[in-house]
T-cell receptor, first 114, second 111 residues
Framework: GNSVTQMEGPVTLSEEAFLTINCTYT??????LFWYVQYPGEGLQLLLK?????DKGSNKGFEATYRKETTSFHLEKGSVQVSDSAVYFC?????????????FGSGTQLTVLP | DVKVTQSSRYLVKRTGEKVFLECVQD?????MFWYRQDPGLGLRLIYF???????EKGDIPEGYSVSREKKERFSLILESASTNQTSMYLC??????????FGDGTRLSIL
């Protein structure tokens, strides 16, 4: 079945450092790929998405490119801020019966120090 | 903006109790989902529903049931709560060709 493997955390960076969180997937067909972010005490929010190969999703300075040849969707940001401290989840979507079902990675905790 | 509302942020119950977690969405979405989130395990799907009165098992349905009597409301039921069901529970909804929108979560403790 489908699966998502993402870089284990926790990740601790200084403010303005470069961020990469790796994500690879296993899927049949051509899934859509997502990054979700969960700030402390809150639910998940969609950060960015890509629906086909070579698409680049971007939002709030974060980017991720859908690489079919390497089955990857790595999250990057050039200069992180303290406010980016959160848990980041990579996910893909599949059809199951009549519903679109997300498969999540295990999450990566990011802490940014001032 | 889509609003997914879970009835409680924090809940404490005792072993053996029947527990109801409620979720309401205001965007007329067809699909609704219940996940539990545990450290190191990410989000795991318990049940989902793609229409009123329709439900399908997710990856970890044991010990849970669900109810979808109205389109906007999806309830998760712990028939006889156990300590291993202490967790964060997240509800989500989605319409056709849209990303999932999540509630703020219910942190449930079973004593």
């Amino acid at each position: 079945g489908n699966s998502v493997t993402q870089m284990e955390g926790p990740v601790t960076l200084s403010e303005e450092a470069f961020l990469t969180i790796n994500c690879t997937y296993t899927a049949t067909g051509y899934p859509s790929l997502f990054w979700y972010v969960q700030y402390p005490g809150e639910g998940l929010q969609l950060l960015l998405k890509a629906t086909k190969a070579d698409d680049k999703g971007s939002n709030k300075g974060f980017e991720a490119t859908y690489r079919k040849e390497t089955t990857s969707f790595h999250l990057e940001k050039g200069s992180v801020q303290v406010s980016d401290s959160a848990v980041y989840f990579c996910a893909l979507i599949q059809m199951t019966g009549s519903a679109r079902q997300l498969t999540f990675g295990s999450g990566t905790q990011l802490t940014v120090l001032p | 903006d889509v609003k997914v509302t879970q009835s409680s942020r924090y809940l404490v119950k005792r072993t053996g109790e029947k527990v109801f977690l409620e979720c309401v969405q205001d965007m007329d979405h067809e699909n609704m989902f219940w996940y539990r989130q545990d450290p190191g395990l990410g989000l795991r799907l318990i049940y989902f529903s793609y229409d009123v009165k329709m439900k399908e098992k997710g990856d970890i349905p044991e010990g849970y049931s669900v109810s979808r009597e109205k389109k906007e409301r999806f309830s998760l039921i712990l028939e006889s709560a156990s300590t291993n069901q202490t967790s964060m529970y997240l509800c989500a909804s989605t319409g056709y060709n849209q990303p999932q929108h999540f509630g703020d979560g219910t942190r449930l403790s079973i004593l």
